[in-house]
């Protein structure tokens, strides 16, 4: 069964970090992409950020650059969002989604094959 994961969610005060990590199973994480998006209160699903599969690059929202980090351990299944210096604005639901053609930008939501359930940050005092 094709499965994501989300962990390492939590409260955090503002300038905080958390690492949030997305196991898979049931496919090869090297054969995708992977995504991660967040949904705020009362807002659409958003990317934050992007790791493509063979080279690795990397591409992030405007709000998450030089703050989030993503990156991947294929041998583990695993893909990482590192986040630093979070604020308030950052609370939200975070998913983690894979991609195995990237035939639309990477934040389009519509290009994911399989989504995870999500894990909840908040930023607050």
């Known amino acids: 069964q094709l499965q994501l994961v989300e962990s390492g969610g939590g409260l955090v005060q503002p300038g905080g970090s958390l690492r949030l990590s997305c196991v898979v199973s049931?496919?090869?994480?090297?054969?995708?992409?992977i995504g991660w998006f967040r949904r705020a209160p009362g807002k659409e699903r958003e990317g934050v950020a992007y790791?493509?599969?063979?080279?690795?690059?990397?591409y992030y929202a405007n709000s998450a650059k030089d703050r989030f980090t993503i990156s991947r351990n294929n041998a583990g299944n695993t893909v990482y969002l590192q986040m630093i210096s979070l604020r308030p604005e950052d609370t939200a639901v975070y998913y983690c989604?894979?991609?195995?053609?990237?035939?639309?930008?990477?934040?389009?939501?519509?290009?994911?094959?399989?989504w995870g359930q999500g894990v909840q940050v908040t930023v607050s005092l």
């Open positions: 989604a894979a991609q195995m053609s990237a035939n639309t930008w990477w934040d389009s939501i519509a290009g994911y094959d399989y």
């Open positions: 790791i493509t599969r063979r080279t690795n690059n990397t």
């Open positions: 049931g496919f090869t994480l090297d054969y995708y992409a």
